[in-house]
């Protein structure tokens, strides 16, 4: 079993549409990142949680450290959001991945 | 404002050639930095990171090694490559601990036939 597990592993939406996704983890972890990668591989670092919530303009990301769990929401999503989005945990000063989530966002 | 760089963008190497893959950063001082690699089919794995001239811990055993001469340089090197080197190589860094946010460079697409 995966030490990070990721759902879904794809995903279609309709523009405009609520989006989540989750990541469960079962290590103890000191933070968790969502990053985003583009079609052409670039990634970028949405956000870095270590409990709680965090927000960025139509990005949504919680964390429940007891639950071993995070969610990272889209609002009204665009096809512009199209990409994989992957959950990092890291333990220690090691990093663990997820397998990530295609989303496409059709208009 | 900090920037990342990497290069080469894309290279295509023969098995058992060497391999020189390059990652500056401007605009900070003493950053953490990091290697990355996603193999096709396959994860992010981190490779190697670094928290200061000539310290490189290694995540992996591989046939890789990283080096880092200059403050803000680090470099990922093979002397013999194998097709499982292929993939996509990220350099990261970020400020302070390894549990903060991280910046990715453009990366290098690296093929091996």
């Known amino acids: 079993k995966n030490e990070v597990e990721q759902s879904p592993q794809n995903l279609t939406a309709q523009e405009g549409e609520f989006i989540t996704i989750n990541c469960s983890y079962s290590v103890g972890i000191s933070a968790l990142h969502w990053l985003q990668q583009h079609p052409g591989g670039g990634i970028v670092s949405l956000f870095m949680?270590?409990?709680g919530k965090k927000k960025h303009g139509r990005l949504i990301a919680t964390i429940n450290i007891q639950e071993k769990h995070s969610s990272l929401h889209i609002t009204a999503s665009h096809p512009r959001d199209s990409a994989v989005y992957i959950c990092?945990?890291?333990?220690?000063?090691?990093?663990?991945f997820g397998a990530g989530t295609r989303l496409t966002v059709k208009p | 404002s900090q920037t990342i760089h990497q290069w080469p963008a894309t290279l295509v190497q023969p098995v058992g050639s060497p391999l020189s893959l390059e990652c500056t950063v401007e605009g900070t001082s003493n950053p953490n930095l990091y290697w990355y690699r996603q193999a096709a089919g396959r994860g992010l794995q981190l490779l190697f990171y670094s928290v200061g001239i000539g310290q490189i811990s290694s995540e992996v055993p591989q046939n890789l090694s990283a080096s880092r001469p200059q403050d803000r340089q680090f470099i990922l090197s093979s002397k013999k490559l194998l097709l499982s080197d292929s993939g996509f190589y990220l350099c990261?860094?970020?400020?302070?601990?390894?549990?903060?946010?991280?910046?990715f460079g453009p990366g290098t697409r690296l093929t091996v036939l």
């Open positions: 990261a860094w970020s400020v302070g601990q390894t549990t903060d946010t991280q910046y």
């Open positions: 990092a945990v890291m333990v220690n000063n090691d990093m663990r």
């Open positions: 949680l270590s409990s």
